[in-house]
């Protein structure tokens, strides 16, 4: 079985950046698309953004694009997202997920086969 872990999570202000990681073990995740969603409790999970492999191409969220940045480095199974200019509307927790699919960057939750515990992020004012 799949696994994924995140982390980089913490408190900071708005205005501040942060990076997340997600360390993915077991299936050839090297060739899913994976994504990073936002999840505040009592809201359904949110896109924020998904990256192919291997070309690496990229979709975001219209909230968060041109702040947010995701990456992969498939020598270390490892997907980033790299958050700047950080809004206290971003706090949430953050999750880490893998669509199977190779081709279509999805932006449904429902399509993607394996997810992390998630990372909590809060930006305060």
């Known amino acids: 079985q799949g696994q994924l872990v995140e982390s980089g999570g913490g408190l900071v202000q708005a205005g501040d950046s942060l990076r997340l990681s997600c360390a993915a073990s077991?299936?050839?995740?090297?060739?899913?698309?994976m994504g990073w969603f936002r999840q505040v409790q009592g809201k359904e999970r949110e896109f924020v953004a998904a990256?192919?492999?291997?070309?690496?191409?990229?979709s975001y969220a219209d909230s968060v694009k041109g702040r947010f940045t995701i990456s992969r480095d498939n020598a270390k199974n490892t997907v980033y997202l790299q958050m700047n200019s950080l809004k206290v509307e971003d706090t949430a927790v953050y999750l880490c997920?893998?669509?199977?699919?190779?081709?279509?960057?999805?932006?449904?939750?429902?399509?993607?086969?394996?997810w992390g515990q998630g990372t909590q992020v809060t930006v305060s004012s």
């Open positions: 077991g299936p050839t995740f090297s060739t899913y698309v």
């Open positions: 990256i192919s492999s291997p070309r690496g191409q990229t």
């Open positions: 997920a893998a669509d199977s699919n190779k081709y279509f960057l999805r932006t449904y939750p429902t399509y993607y086969d394996y």
